[in-house]
Nanobody
């Protein structure tokens, strides 16, 4: 069983940056692929980024590529999401997830989510 807890700044102006963190409980953190998803009001959940267990492979959709960076520190059981050049349309609840593969959109464990608001 893995428990995930997200944290970070929640409000930023358009064009600004913020960094989210997600701390995982339990052992063998490096065995899990990690990902970030987001869900805006009235929209479906959207994949944002994923990273392999060793941090060597990372994936992004075109909507955030070149603006967002996912990273992890296995010694701290933590995955990060650095978000730059933020836009109002990035406003959403952001979720951290853990699963078997960074290539999949199916993840086994989810955090409670953190609201991120980008003001125009």
């Amino acid at each position: 069983q893995v428990q995930l807890v997200e944290s970070g700044e929640r409000v930023v102006q358009a064009g600004g940056s913020l960094k989210l963190s997600c701390v995982a409980s339990g052992r063998a953190f490096s065995n899990y692929a990690m990902a970030w998803f987001r869900q805006a009001p009235g929209k479906e959940r959207e994949f944002v980024a994923s990273i392999g267990g060793s941090g060597d492979r990372r994936f992004y959709p075109n909507s955030v590529k070149d603006r967002f960076t996912i990273s992890r520190d296995n010694a701290k059981n933590t995955v990060y999401l650095q978000m730059n050049s933020l836009k109002p349309e990035d406003t959403a609840v952001y979720y951290c997830a853990a699963g078997a593969s960074e290539l999949s959109t199916l993840y086994d464990y989810w955090g409670q989510g953190i609201q991120v608001t980008v003001s125009s």
